[in-house]
């Protein structure tokens, strides 16, 4: 049975890193649950607050969870990047009428 688990862990481990995958190391996430061990495509999710705050158990709800705060974070840094380009260009036509006024 050992000999086993290790056979299809050495599998998975082969399986993740073939598709760019990489293991968190074993003191972030699911530090706690001995049998499992998180992947990510990006490694520095292994440090986030926001993702160890969920990660708790290593269940596929709690992927969908990461998932769902990774695009709502992505949505507020894409309307934070709206905001201060439209803030940039009327500071820019406030400073050209400033040049054209006389």
Do not use: H
Not at 31 to 47: D, E, G, I, K
Not at 60 to 68: F, H, I, L, N
Not at 78 to 100: G, N, P, S, W, Y
């Amino acid at each position: 049975m050992v000999i086993g688990y290790y056979g299809m862990n050495q599998y998975w481990q082969s399986k993740m890193s073939t598709k760019g995958y990489e293991p968190c190391p074993a003191t972030t996430l699911l530090f706690t649950r001995v049998t499992y061990s998180a992947w990510t495509l990006n490694p520095a999710l292994c440090y986030d607050t926001d993702v160890k705050r969920i990660v708790l158990r290593g269940s596929s709800g709690e992927s969908e969870q990461v998932e769902q705060m990774l695009q709502q974070r992505e949505r507020q840094q894409e309307a934070r990047r709206q905001f201060l380009q439209r803030e940039e260009q009327l500071k820019q036509q406030r400073l050209q009428r400033a040049a054209e006024s006389p």
